[in-house]
């Protein structure tokens, strides 16, 4: 994968596309209803389609009209709000790792963007078919991203060619640190700084020794 210009936009929808033209003022009500029930407490479990037609404030028949079910539709939601992050690459490592990491600290920040997370690891357990889709059209792209800028390091001499034997765990210790806060610490803090001193601590362990 190539490191320079902006990753991949976010995962096409995978809502089914049939009968009449759709309206999409409608489309973002649903799905904006659907972040809001998210945000207020509501796990993904506890929503039904019935129950999300009648806060968006249209029939179910409008909701799958556009959607199959409740799994489809969240892709979609999935599809808004967490695609990969638009990020311009600027060939510097510790400023791109930073930018990488500084994204999931401000996701974890936003209030329905962290709600969403956290939905996500509970399906994860409950619902390892959506887990999948979810990791197979977000997870990658990000993943990619992340494992492209650890190569370029590797390249330039930044990080130690030895590590590049296995760069998912490196990748993993890039992202862990703030979505350990986000999803198992959600009252740790996530400071301004933080994205600067895990990039820091981690490059630190390695680059090339003497």
């Known amino acids: 994968m ?16 049939r009968g009449r033209p759709r309206d999409a003022a409608v489309d973002r009500t649903v799905i904006e209803t659907v972040l809001r029930l998210i945000a207020e407490g509501a796990t993904f479990g506890e929503l039904t389609v019935e129950g999300i037609a009648r806060a968006a404030g249209v029939g179910k028949a409008t909701v799958y009209r556009r959607w199959s ?10 599809a808004e709000v967490d695609g990969a992050p638009e990020l311009a690459i600027s060939g510097v490592l510790r400023d791109d790792l930073i930018a990488a990491v500084e994204f999931i600290r401000r996701r974890s920040l936003a209030k329905r963007e962290s709600a969403l997370l956290r939905t996500m690891v509970t399906e994860a357990r409950s619902n390892p078919g959506l887990w999948r889709r979810y990791h197979d059209t977000v997870v990658t792209a990000r993943r990619r991203l992340l494992i492209g800028l650890l190569e370029g390091g590797i390249t330039s ?7 590049g034997a296995d760069l998912d765990l490196l990748a993993d210790m890039v992202v862990g640190p703030v979505l350990a806060r986000a999803t198992l610490r959600p009252d740790a803090p996530l400071s301004p700084d933080l994205a600067e001193h895990v990039v820091d601590t981690l490059l630190d362990g390695m680059r090339p020794r003497d």
């Open 2 to 17: 190539s490191t320079s210009g902006t990753a991949a936009g976010p995962p096409q929808p995978t809502a089914a596309r």
């Open 69 to 78: 079910g409740k799994d489809a539709l969240l892709l979609d939601v999935l």
């Open 157 to 163: 001499g930044e990080i130690r060619p030895e590590l």
